[in-house]
């Protein structure tokens, strides 16, 4: 093919620093999915933040610490957590290293909202004064 296009071209100032690379989309297009990966690995190493790091909240421990503080239903609080859409379980989520359930938000109302580590579901346990509903609802595909 006589294309001319230049799918790769450095970009210069007028002091003819280097700017950057410019690629054609055409060329983009065709090094995207493998280039992602990459881009990724190397922007960690450039800004020292890995991409997990970048996104992962902490789990709310202050929230859970007041969340017992205030129990007072007659029953012990329940440390057990189970997933209905991959079926992981725990007696104490609390102990698994690395956790299989993620606390996402503790409130006094009586909520505990976890997600599933396997999979992403969330699950969420309502307290209330003589039992314990827990609702599991898949990870929302945007
Ligand atoms: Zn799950």
């Known amino acids: ?28 297009m065709a090094i995207e999915k ?3 990966p990459i881009f990724d690995a190397a922007l960690a190493t450039l800004t020292g933040k890995s991409p997990e790091t970048v996104e992962e909240v902490p789990e709310p421990m ?14 012990e609080l329940p440390y057990d957590v189970h997933c209905d859409q991959c079926g992981q379980q725990t007696e104490n989520w609390l102990e698994d290293e690395p956790r299989k359930f993620r606390l996402r938000n503790a409130n006094l109302g009586g909520l505990l909202c976890f997600t599933c580590m396997k999979c992403n579901a969330s ?8 039992h314990v509903a827990v609702e599991c609802t898949p990870r929302k595909t945007s």
């Not at 699950?123 to 003589?130: E, G």
Request: net charge positive.
């Open 1 to 28: 093919m006589a294309d001319q296009k230049n799918h790769f071209q450095p970009l210069y100032d007028e002091k003819q620093k280097l700017l950057g690379i410019v690629i054609s989309p055409e060329l983009w």
């Open 34 to 36: 493998e280039a992602n």
């Open 62 to 75: 202050k929230n859970f610490e007041q969340f017992k503080e205030y129990w007072d239903f007659a029953y």
């Open 123 to 130: 699950v969420a346990k309502k307290h209330f004064k003589k």
